[in-house]
């Protein structure tokens, strides 16, 4: 069952050669051979948009073009391209990467508004191949030996960030056994979810591809979120799903259904436009 499954149903079903489904190979998160891998794989839509029914049509990678902004000098470490946005009211921004150690769940009385528009102040930093957002109020603030980031502010935006990062980052094979054990909540669906992987250890996916491309907040309370994330596959196809965040009284976490997935029987979205959705991407 992968972290993002198109239902509930059980593993022996295309199993090929016999093999059962495991945790990062059935079609809903990454279609070609991520299991939604990890929870979330962050991308997670990407597979699970194709698993779900998206068109046979296999996605192209997204170019990722350097913006620089004409307001502001060359930085010494250029992280990524600005934030082009579908919000016309977004002013896209290049800033140096937050510093580790200060601001997200360090940041004192955060604002508590839900996001309506893009965030400012955002540097868009690689994870393998996916590009995640970075802000020095909404985290993250940390990040381990291992490279699993986390600290991110107690407040609406500070769970849309722990949202888009923990996507990428369970989605990099390198780090998707970290990312389950530091950034997910215990509880059987994250034991569910690390015994998945350990049977069936995420692959590296070298033909699909997709991007952020926005959020909405469902609900939020100060214990619990709920955030959509848009990621988008092509010119055609985007997709999103429901990703449930909790906060532990430090951090905000992923919160995993029984089955080990993000979502349970849920199907995700494709939808026809961004327009009930933030505009948020690095590309």
Known sequence: MGLF??????????????????????????????VLGAV????VLWVVLRGSGTPDAQPRPTPVPTVTDPTSGPTDEPSGPAT????????????KPPVLGSGG????????????????????QFEDDMLFPAQQAAGPAAM???????????????????????????????????????????????????????????????????????FKVIDYQPDRAII?????????????????MVWNGKDWQGKLQPDGSFNGSTQPDLLGSLESYVGFQGA
């Open 40 to 43: 979330v794989i962050c991308l």
């Open 105 to 124: 769940c360090k940041t004192a009385n955060p604002p508590q508004g839900i996001p309506r528009v893009a965030p400012v102040g955002v540097t868009w």
């Open 228 to 244: 959509s994330i848009a990621v988008r596959f092509d010119e055609r196809t985007v997709g999103a799903l429901p990703v449930t």
């Open 84 to 95: 082009p946005t579908d919000d016309p009211t977004a002013t896209p921004t290049v800033t």
């Open 5 to 34: 499954s198109r239902s509930s149903g059980s593993d022996d079903d295309g199993g090929g050669d016999g093999e059962s489904t495991g945790f990062w190979q059935e079609r809903g998160f990454v279609a070609a051979a991520v």
């Open 144 to 214: 381990d030996r291992n490279g699993v980031r986390s600290c991110f502010a107690h407040s609406p935006t500070g769970a849309v960030f722990a949202t888009f990062v923990l996507l990428a980052q369970i989605k990099n094979p390198a780090l998707t056994a970290d990312v389950l054990a530091t950034r997910v909540a215990p509880g059987p669906g994250r034991n569910a979810a690390i015994a998945q992987n350990r049977a069936t250890p995420t692959p590296r996916d070298e033909n699909q591809s997709g991007q952020f491309a926005g």
